[in-house]
C-alpha cells in the first residue's frame, strides 16, 4: 500500500497515485478534500515505500519505523503534537520508535514529518504497514 502513497517535495502532506498521464502522474491529496493534480517530471516525487531511516548500523524502511509508531500507540494518532514539539521531546519519541536511530543524522525536521505522516495515514485508515512477501507468489508455482 505504500508504494502508492507519495511525498512530493515542495508540497506539504502526502499523496495517492490515481493514474499516470502523458507526462505526469495524477495524485490525490490524502485530506477530506481529496483534490487531483498532476505531478510532473520536475517535482521530486518519492514513494514511502522507497523511504527509509538511518539508524547505527543500517537504514531501516519507513514501513518498519511507521509500524513501530502504530504498535507502540496502539493503532491511535501520535501522542506527541510535531508541531509544538521540542528537539529533545521529539528526540526521546524517536528514541521510544527506533532506539538506535542516527542521531547524527536524523534532524528533528526529519522527525517531525514522520509524526505528521503518520497521522495522516492513520486518519485516511492506512494501516497497512507490513511488507509484502513473495511467498504467496512463491507458493503458485
Do not use: C
Not at 485530506?31 to 487531483?36: I, L, M, N, W, Y
Not at 518519492?46 to 548500523?57: K, P, R, V
Not at 524517536?94 to 542516527?102: G, I, S
Amino acid at each position: 500500500m505504500l508504494e502508492t502513497i507519495l511525498a512530493i517535495s515542495g508540497k506539504p502532506g502526502l499523496y495517492r497515485l490515481v493514474n499516470r498521464g502523458n507526462r505526469s502522474l495524477i495524485v490525490e491529496t490524502l485530506d477530506a478534500q481529496k483534490k487531483r493534480m498532476p505531478a510532473f517530471g520536475t517535482d521530486k516525487i518519492i514513494s514511502l515505500a522507497d523511504i527509509a531511516m538511518y539508524t547505527d548500523e543500517e537504514e531501516v524502511p519507513l514501513r518498519k519505523v511507521l509500524k513501530s509508531i502504530y504498535d507502540m500507540e496502539g493503532g491511535k494518532p501520535a501522542s506527541i503534537d510535531y508541531r509544538k514539539a521540542g528537539s529533545e521531546e521529539l528526540a526521546g519519541f524517536m528514541a521510544k520508535v527506533l532506539p538506535n536511530y542516527d542521531r547524527e543524522h536524523v534532524y528533528p525536521s526529519d522527525m517531525k514529518k514522520l509524526v505528521q505522516w503518520y497521522n495522516i495515514l492513520i486518519e485516511n485508515g492506512i494501516t497497512d504497514f507490513e511488507e509484502k512477501t513473495e511467498d504467496a507468489a512463491g507458493s503458485a508455482e
